[in-house]
């Protein structure tokens, strides 16, 4: 056995301890007791996390259903849909135990909920359909742009708008898949969202070839699973989970899987390739917020 094999191995076992070690009031200890555990899924953030029918699949539904079942063996894993205006509250009280979606990690939200160590990063840009001609924030002056309700990009439209003056329209979807709907339909002209939900959307619409990715981002953005607030063994577990998948290099794997081969339902290609952010977060686990990024 090699060196790296003794030091992976050493981790997961730290990781299944400080499980079992979990306080009465954990979120493992209470899943244990009641032999299922309920993780909170998106309907409409491909590849990370999007319904096929009945069931809900993606790069961060995997990752939590393979981590859930190694750190709580024996225990039933509920999936159930959240929305970007309900997730953080139904984490808070007990609704939903983890939340796989597609989350941006913030200081704000981390008044309210603890995130795991980061497991993807986005740059949020606009999908326009490809008629339009448009390829910059500019030539969006004077027009419609729709995003979803409860994410980031709401502020980071309306902060758009007061250093550039465009005269935009800002309209809020109360999820993605209405926020592409109003683009393809044409009730708006842009979608402002994270670059994998754009081009998710855009994989699976109609026609894909309608629709393009323009624009200089608007924000980087760390993406991580969210749980509990003060819930410090689940955290450690979680994180210690990560640690290994990080450097054992299954995480990569997964992230190739998703991203960069063909995913249901039509096999379509996100064609995403792993950014050297996520490399350096993956070689250095951490769960910096958003303004860490913004700061460099």
């Known amino acids: 056995m090699t060196n790296r094999s003794l030091v992976l191995g050493a981790v997961l076992t730290l990781t299944l301890v400080g499980a079992s070690a979990q306080d009465n009031n954990g979120t493992l200890a209470k899943a244990k007791a009641a032999g299922t555990i309920t993780m909170g899924v998106r309907e409409a953030s491909p590849p990370l ?62 008044q309210q909920a603890a995130f795991a160590n980061t497991t993807y990063i986005t740059e949020a840009r606009f999908a326009v359909r490809a008629a339009s001609g448009i390829t910059s924030v500019e030539q969006l002056k004077g027009q419609t742009i729709v995003t979803t309700t409860g994410t980031t990009l709401v502020q980071r439209l309306r902060k758009l708008e007061q250093d550039k003056s465009l005269g935009i329209t800002v309209v809020l979807a109360k999820d993605h898949a209405e926020s592409f709907l109003l683009l393809e339909s044409g009730r708006a002209d842009a979608f402002a969202m994270d670059d994998n939900t754009l081009a998710g959307n855009i994989a699976n619409a109609r026609n894909p070839a309608d629709f393009r990715i323009v624009g200089k981002p608007l924000g980087v953005e760390p993406i991580a699973i969210m749980i509990r607030k003060d819930d410090r063994d689940f955290k450690s577990a979680v994180d210690g989970y990560l640690a290994v998948a990080m450097a054992s290099g299954a995480l990569e794997k997964l992230y190739a899987k998703w991203f960069m081969t063909p995913i249901p339902p039509k096999g379509a290609v996100i064609n995403i390739p792993l950014s050297d952010s ?18 460099r």
Not at 64 to 93: D, F
Not at 278 to 295: C, G, V
């Open 49 to 110: 996390s999007y319904s096929l029918g009945s069931t809900y699949v993606g790069y961060h539904v995997e990752l939590c259903e393979q981590m859930l079942s190694k750190l709580l063996p024996g225990v039933a894993i509920r999936q159930m849909a959240v929305t970007s205006q309900n997730r953080l509250p139904l984490l808070q009280n007990g609704t939903v135990d983890i939340e796989c979606g597609s989350t941006t990690n913030n200081a704000a939200r981390q």
């Open 278 to 295: 996520l490399k350096a977060a993956f070689l250095s686990p951490n769960d910096r917020p958003a303004e860490a990024y913004e700061d």
